[in-house]
């Protein structure tokens, strides 16, 4: 292998392993949620809103770090990610109130946001040839794959560990001192002549095919708020179901889901963008009915099966959709179209989930429920029909790599 090659695998092995640990990271406390509410008094409320502030932490991220990358480079901004998420350790490690939740869960936010744009842009500009293809798919796919590892470690944590809350923050927060050596030996993915000088810009859609980018988002928003929804209430929907269910089982739930997208990028990557988004929303919209049912009926069954097809489906669709944006989207615009499809998405997990909330205070967790399967479902909807108006499932696009991306 030559001495490039090389220095690409390592360098697209690095970044790889550090998405996903500090994906890992922003679902991890899912499960020990119950063992704070204990300890603190915490309220549902209080625990979606607790999960709510990481959101904002990411959409904060995406937007204040949004033209950074392009000055400075990649990897010095995959680096303060990985500071923002030691600090989070830390503070987790130290809390005991609801005010260290807030602050450990917006640093956490910011490590996230930090690398949802940059890290997937480094991915597939330093990939090697024999990844370059589908370097968008592997970025996505360590994104949500970190997701789902997060819970069900969270929850293996409350059935074995005797401090949970102590001992995974610890361990985490050794692996992300290694991956910080790791990461300074990387290669840095934009090279100096396309660097410019640093002025602030908010994150923007890409100048062109805008009606393509919206109907992606909306998809995006759709199955990004199904998971969080999951991530956040799946140990209040299991009580309802079962009162002596186990943070572990919980933890299982939600890595199904977020297990079931990161399975779906790489089981299926050799699917089109527009076969694999068609795919997507098909099977992420029988997921949300499944979940409908499931509610209705009382089953942790359903729920489970629904957590993974709706996983399924989002990660057909959330994988094809990067890979679009990174495909169509100039040098100059790829991170900020990128961060801003992320911006999208956060505050479509945020938001319906906090109303989520406020809905079930009132009217009950079913009720909830519904409602919220209902605005994800049109959400679905609206941006299928946004594809259609910009012409997206009549034909193939004539190029479906990325090898043209990384020059």
Same mark, same amino acid.
């Given at each position: 292998?030559?001495?490039d090659?090389?220095?690409?695998?390592?360098?697209?092995?690095?970044?790889?392993?550090?998405?996903?640990?500090?994906?890992? @990271?922003?679902?991890?406390?899912?499960?020990?949620?119950?063992?704070?509410?204990?300890?603190?008094?915490?309220?549902?409320?209080?625990?979606?809103?607790?999960?709510?502030?990481?959101a904002?932490?990411?959409?904060?991220?995406?937007?204040?770090?949004?033209?950074?990358?392009?000055?400075?480079?990649?990897?010095?901004?995959?680096?303060?990610?990985?500071?923002?998420?030691v600090?989070?350790?830390?503070?987790?490690?130290?809390?005991?109130?609801?005010?260290?939740l807030f602050?450990?869960?917006l640093?956490?936010?910011?490590?996230?946001?930090?690398?949802?744009?940059?890290?997937?842009?480094a991915?597939?500009?330093?990939a090697?040839?024999?990844?370059?293809? @589908?370097?968008?798919?592997?970025?996505?796919?360590?994104?949500?794959?970190?997701?789902?590892l +997060?819970?069900?470690?969270?929850?293996?944590?409350?059935?074995?560990?005797?401090?949970?809350?102590?001992?995974?923050?610890?361990?985490?927060?050794?692996l992300?001192?290694?991956?910080?050596?790791?990461?300074?030996?990387?290669?840095?993915?934009?090279g100096?002549?396309d660097?410019?000088?640093?002025?602030?810009?908010?994150?923007?859609?890409? *100048?062109?095919?805008?009606?393509?980018?919206a +109907?992606?988002t909306?998809?995006?928003?759709?199955?990004?708020?199904?998971?969080?929804?999951?991530?956040?209430?799946?140990?209040?929907?299991?009580?309802?179901?079962?009162?002596?269910?186990?943070?572990?089982?919980?933890?299982?739930?939600?890595?199904?889901?977020?297990?079931? *997208?990161?399975?779906?990028?790489?089981?299926?990557?050799?699917?089109?963008? !527009?076969?694999?988004?068609a795919?997507?929303v098909?099977?992420?919209?029988?997921?949300?009915?499944?979940?409908?049912?499931?509610?209705?009926?009382?089953?942790g069954?359903?729920?489970?099966?629904?957590?993974?097809?709706?996983?399924?489906?989002?990660g057909?669709?959330i994988?094809?959709?990067?890979?679009?944006?990174?495909?169509?989207t100039?040098? *100059?615009?790829?991170?900020?179209?990128?961060?801003?499809?992320?911006?999208?998405l956060?505050? +479509?997990?945020?938001?319906?989930?906090?109303?989520?909330?406020?809905?079930?205070?009132?009217? +009950?967790? !079913?009720?909830?429920?519904?409602?919220?399967?209902?605005?994800?479902?049109?959400?679905?909807?609206?941006?299928?029909?946004?594809?259609?108006?910009?012409?997206?499932?009549?034909?193939?696009?004539?190029?479906?790599?990325?090898?043209?991306v990384?020059?």
């Amino acid at each position: 292998m030559p001495a490039d090659s090389r220095v690409r695998s390592f360098s697209f092995f690095v970044i790889l392993v550090s998405f996903v640990a500090i994906m890992a @990271h922003t679902a991890m406390p899912t499960p020990i949620y119950a063992i704070y509410s204990k300890e603190f008094g915490l309220t549902t409320l209080q625990v979606t809103e607790v999960y709510a502030i990481y959101a904002l932490g990411v959409i904060a991220a995406l937007v204040a770090f949004n033209s950074l990358s392009n000055t400075l480079g990649r990897r010095p901004l995959l680096m303060i990610g990985l500071i923002c998420s030691v600090a989070s350790n830390l503070v987790f490690l130290n809390a005991s109130s609801i005010a260290y939740l807030f602050a450990a869960r917006l640093l956490t936010g910011l490590a996230a946001g930090v690398f949802m744009g940059t890290a997937t842009v480094a991915a597939v500009e330093v990939a090697p040839h024999r990844f370059a293809k @589908h370097s968008a798919v592997w970025a996505t796919a360590a994104n949500i794959l970190g997701l789902g590892l +997060g819970p069900v470690i969270g929850g293996l944590g409350t059935k074995f560990l005797d401090k949970p809350q102590d001992d995974l923050f610890l361990g985490h927060l050794a692996l992300i001192a290694v991956l910080v050596v790791l990461l300074l030996t990387t290669r840095e993915p934009l090279g100096r002549s396309d660097r410019v000088p640093f002025s602030w810009k908010e994150p923007k859609p890409p *100048s062109e095919n805008r009606l393509t980018y919206a +109907g992606l988002t909306m998809i995006g928003v759709s199955g990004m708020a199904t998971l969080g929804m999951l991530a956040g209430l799946t140990p209040h929907f299991l009580s309802s179901f079962y009162p002596d269910a186990s943070g572990l089982a919980a933890g299982l739930v939600v890595g199904c889901g977020f297990g079931g *997208s990161a399975l779906a990028q790489f089981a299926f990557r050799r699917l089109t963008i !527009t076969r694999g988004l068609a795919a997507g929303v098909c099977v992420m919209s029988l997921g949300l009915l499944v979940l409908i049912g499931a509610m209705v009926f009382g089953s942790g069954v359903l729920y489970t099966s629904a957590a993974l097809l709706t996983g399924l489906g989002q990660g057909l669709s959330i994988a094809r959709s990067v890979q679009e944006i990174s495909l169509k989207t100039s040098l *100059s615009e790829r991170v900020s179209a990128v961060n801003l499809y992320y911006v999208a998405l956060y505050t +479509g997990a945020a938001v319906p989930v906090i109303a989520l909330a406020f809905i079930e205070k009132s009217f +009950g967790l !079913t009720t909830a429920g519904f409602a919220f399967c209902l605005f994800a479902l049109a959400f679905a909807v609206i941006g299928v029909l946004q594809l259609g108006r910009a012409g997206i499932w009549r034909k193939e696009p004539a190029v479906d790599h990325l090898e043209a991306v990384r020059t």
